[in-house]
Protein backbone atom coordinates (compact mmCIF):
# COMPACT_ATOMS: atom_id res chain seq x y z
CA UNK A 1 0.00 0.00 0.00
CA UNK A 2 1.54 3.37 -0.92
CA UNK A 3 0.06 6.89 -1.09
CA UNK A 4 2.72 9.22 -2.54
CA UNK A 5 1.57 13.26 -2.49
CA UNK A 6 3.38 15.51 -4.40
CA UNK A 7 2.49 19.08 -6.03
CA UNK A 8 3.76 21.24 -2.67
CA UNK A 9 6.08 24.19 -3.07
CA UNK A 10 6.32 27.90 -1.88
CA UNK A 11 4.20 30.41 -3.74
CA UNK A 12 2.97 33.94 -2.98
CA UNK A 13 -0.11 34.67 -0.86
CA UNK A 14 -3.18 35.05 -4.17
CA UNK A 15 -1.39 31.71 -5.82
CA UNK A 16 -2.41 28.37 -6.60
CA UNK A 17 -0.72 24.77 -6.04
CA UNK A 18 -2.24 21.24 -7.25
CA UNK A 19 -1.61 18.44 -4.49
CA UNK A 20 -1.74 15.31 -5.74
CA UNK A 21 -2.11 11.73 -4.13
CA UNK A 22 -1.22 8.55 -6.14
CA UNK A 23 -2.19 5.70 -4.22
CA UNK A 24 -1.49 1.50 -5.35
CA UNK A 25 -1.62 -1.14 -3.14
CA UNK A 26 -5.66 -1.12 -2.60
CA UNK A 27 -8.70 -1.17 -4.48
CA UNK A 28 -8.69 2.72 -5.11
CA UNK A 29 -12.55 2.93 -6.11
CA UNK A 30 -13.58 1.63 -2.69
CA UNK A 31 -11.77 4.36 -0.81
CA UNK A 32 -12.75 7.56 0.57
CA UNK A 33 -10.13 10.29 0.51
CA UNK A 34 -9.11 13.15 2.92
CA UNK A 35 -6.29 15.70 3.02
CA UNK A 36 -5.21 16.94 6.01
CA UNK A 37 -2.43 19.64 7.29
CA UNK A 38 -0.55 20.18 9.94
CA UNK A 39 1.42 23.43 10.72
CA UNK A 40 4.11 23.72 13.30
CA UNK A 41 2.73 23.53 16.55
CA UNK A 42 -0.33 23.37 15.67
CA UNK A 43 -2.57 19.84 15.68
CA UNK A 44 -2.97 17.87 12.59
CA UNK A 45 -6.51 18.84 10.94
CA UNK A 46 -8.95 17.59 8.12
CA UNK A 47 -8.59 20.41 5.28
CA UNK A 48 -10.96 18.11 2.58
CA UNK A 49 -12.39 14.91 2.18
CA UNK A 50 -14.20 13.12 -0.44
CA UNK A 51 -16.57 10.04 -0.53
CA UNK A 52 -16.20 6.66 -2.30
CA UNK A 53 -19.61 6.35 -3.63
CA UNK A 54 -20.41 7.15 -6.92
CA UNK A 55 -22.50 9.75 -5.90
CA UNK A 56 -19.32 11.94 -4.84
CA UNK A 57 -19.69 13.96 -1.62
CA UNK A 58 -16.93 16.19 -0.63
CA UNK A 59 -16.33 18.24 2.72
CA UNK A 60 -14.06 21.19 3.79
CA UNK A 61 -13.21 22.74 7.13
CA UNK A 62 -14.50 26.25 6.90
CA UNK A 63 -11.43 28.39 6.56
CA UNK A 64 -10.89 27.17 2.86
CA UNK A 65 -14.46 26.93 1.36
CA UNK A 66 -14.33 28.55 -2.24
CA UNK A 67 -10.74 28.41 -2.19
CA UNK A 68 -10.14 24.80 -1.85
CA UNK A 69 -11.44 21.91 -4.90
CA UNK A 70 -11.17 17.93 -4.27
CA UNK A 71 -11.34 15.69 -6.73
CA UNK A 72 -10.38 12.29 -7.87
CA UNK A 73 -9.77 10.50 -10.92
CA UNK A 74 -10.62 6.63 -10.49
CA UNK A 75 -8.76 6.02 -13.92
CA UNK A 76 -5.20 7.31 -12.68
CA UNK A 77 -6.03 6.47 -8.78
CA UNK A 78 -5.02 9.57 -7.79
CA UNK A 79 -6.33 12.50 -5.71
CA UNK A 80 -5.71 16.44 -6.27
CA UNK A 81 -6.88 19.35 -3.77
CA UNK A 82 -6.76 22.71 -6.10
CA UNK A 83 -5.87 25.16 -4.03
CA UNK A 84 -6.48 28.71 -5.02
CA UNK A 85 -6.54 32.00 -3.36
CA UNK A 86 -3.90 30.88 -0.87
CA UNK A 87 -2.67 32.70 2.46
CA UNK A 88 0.29 32.41 4.36
CA UNK A 89 -2.05 30.66 7.28
CA UNK A 90 -1.97 28.18 4.48
CA UNK A 91 1.28 26.96 5.08
CA UNK A 92 1.43 23.87 6.14
CA UNK A 93 2.74 20.16 5.86
CA UNK A 94 -0.37 18.25 3.87
CA UNK A 95 -0.81 14.81 4.13
CA UNK A 96 -3.18 12.70 2.07
CA UNK A 97 -5.40 9.82 3.86
CA UNK A 98 -7.91 6.85 2.35
CA UNK A 99 -10.19 5.34 4.46
CA UNK A 100 -12.25 2.08 4.27
CA UNK A 101 -15.21 0.87 6.52
CA UNK A 102 -16.07 -2.48 6.15
CA UNK A 103 -17.99 -4.54 8.75
CA UNK A 104 -15.36 -6.98 9.66
CA UNK A 105 -12.72 -5.00 9.79
CA UNK A 106 -14.04 -1.77 11.10
CA UNK A 107 -11.95 1.28 9.84
CA UNK A 108 -8.67 1.04 8.06
CA UNK A 109 -6.58 4.37 6.88
CA UNK A 110 -3.47 4.70 4.84
CA UNK A 111 -1.54 7.59 5.60
CA UNK A 112 0.84 8.98 3.04
CA UNK A 113 3.88 10.93 3.41
CA UNK A 114 3.62 14.75 3.63
CA UNK A 115 4.39 17.36 1.22
CA UNK A 116 5.33 20.66 2.25
CA UNK A 117 3.12 23.82 1.27
CA UNK A 118 4.47 27.52 2.16
CA UNK A 119 3.06 30.15 1.46
CA UNK A 120 4.79 33.94 1.35
CA UNK A 121 2.80 36.87 2.14
Known amino acids: VQLQASGGGLVQAGGSLRLSCAAS????????FGWFRQAPGKERERVSC?????????GYVDSVKGRFTISRDNAKNTVYLEMNSLKPEDTAVYYC??????????????WGQGTQVTVSS
Open 25 to 32: GFNFDDYG
Open 97 to 110: KANIWTPAEGSTDY
Open 50 to 58: ISSHESITR
